[in-house]
């Protein structure tokens, strides 16, 4: 097997992590940008004289254009942000899947129908407590998500032989693919034993 | 990360919807040639800043904060995020199984939690190596430490691990 060793924890939201990384970081490059400013201002390097005017100079001329242009950069502001917001609330979680029938005909799958059903399966495998799954990607290419809560009275590596087994074999199936890309998350539980005070 | 990152992302975006709303709106109060404010009462802020030249304490001490803040966001965003999931070795090309560093950790403790003598453990797992304390009231422990060794040892290789982290085991004496 290749590929990392480490993974970062999966997201159902991943193009809001993406957006959240680069506006934050474009946000805090502009601060930082805005503060060096003032600082470079205040200090006299970009000149003494500069340095003792004061920040709203009284009664200076404002070019006409000035305020359509703040009115302007206002609504761009309310427009991103509105978009910001937007983008939180996107999931990559693909809702049905459209499978070809052998007739030409088309079949609609809920894709919660499915998972509720792998969950189920998954659940009945002795030793895990609890699963949940989401599906992503399209319908001719779909993902599989899984995470897989263990009550910890069965070995961690037979619980995994068997989700990636048995019960893959079985939504490869149902889902009429040959190859099902998958992300188990095995959730190991907390210590029975006796912890250090 | 994620988690503050998205409160952030709620506050700022409300925020920036909001105040660009409000900024527009008053800059139409004053194109319609009204004067005062519509709702934002940015009076007193202009005056102040008409009263405060760029080197005074109050604005350098803002611009210093405002520069702070924008180096911890930048830091904050463009450090690459700690990998806490480690990755179970599988057969299947298509599978990718991974778990969590603090379940690595639990696991080792549990394994090691009902060999006699030990009266407590506590785990620190990194991507390179993994650190079990365990507390005793032995006098001689050195045969635990070698039990211990041995659980923890089978525990781990039993996730399967692409990359195992080597075991650490630290054994601490304490009165009965």
Redesign the interface.
């Known amino acids: ?1 290749s ?7 999966a ?1 159902r939201t991943p193009g ?2 993406r ?3 680069v ?3 474009v ?13 470079l ?4 390097v970009l000149g003494a004289a ?9 009664g200076a001329a404002v070019p006409g254009w000035t ?2 242009v ?13 978009w ?2 937007v983008v ?1 609330s996107r999931t990559d979680r693909l809702a049905r899947l459209r499978l070809e029938d052998a007739d030409g005909g088309r079949t609609v799958l809920e894709g919660a129908a499915l998972t509720r059903a792998l969950e189920e399966q998954v659940e009945a495998v002795p030793g895990v407590a609890r699963a949940s799954a989401h599906l992503s990607g399209t319908s001719a290419a779909p993902r599989l998500h899984l995470r897989v809560r263990l009550t ?1 009275r069965a ?3 037979q619980v ?1 032989r068997t989700v ?1 087994g048995e019960v ?1 074999a079985q939504a490869r199936a149902a889902l009429e693919v040959d ?19 | 990360m ?1 988690g503050v ?2 409160v ?3 506050v ?13 709106a008053e ?2 109060q ?2 319609l040639g009204r004067t005062g404010h519509l709702v934002v009462p940015y009076e007193g802020v ?1 005056r102040w ?8 304490a109050p ?2 001490a ?17 450090v690459p ?20 560093r ?3 950790g ?2 080792l ?2 394994a ?3 060999v006699p003598g ?5 785990s620190r797992v990194g ?1 390179r190596t993994v650190r079990l ?1 365990v ?1 005793t009231a032995l006098h001689d422990p050195a045969d635990l430490e070698r039990q211990v060794h041995e659980r923890a040892s089978a525990a781990l290789a ?6 195992a982290p080597e075991l650490d085991v630290d054994l601490q004496r304490v009165t009965a």
């Open positions: 097997m590929g990392p060793a480490a993974l970062a924890p997201t809001a992590v957006a959240n990384r506006v934050l970081a946000l805090g490059l502009l601060l930082l940008a805005g503060g060096v400013l003032v600082l201002l205040g200090l006299g500069r340095a003792d005017l004061a920040v709203l100079p009284p305020w359509p703040v009115g302007a950069a206002g609504v761009l502001v309310a427009a991103l942000s509105a910001w917001l939180q910890g070995d961690p590596a995994h990636t893959l190859r099902l890309p998958t992300r188990v998350e095995l959730d190991l539980p907390r210590g029975t034993g006796r912890t250090l005070a | 994620r990152d998205r952030l992302a709620l700022l975006g409300l925020v920036g919807l909001g105040g660009g709303v409000l900024l527009a800059v139409v004053g194109l202009a800043l008409r009263e405060h030249a760029w080197s005074s604005v350098v803002a611009g210093a904060g405002v520069a702070v803040a924008g180096l911890l966001l930048l830091v904050a965003e463009v995020r700690r990998r806490t999931l480690l990755v179970v070795a599988s057969d299947d090309a298509d599978v990718v199984t991974a778990v969590a603090s379940g690595v639990r696991t403790e549990q090691v939690a009902g030990v009266d407590g453990t506590r991507r304390t507390r039993g996730l399967g691990l692409v990359a």
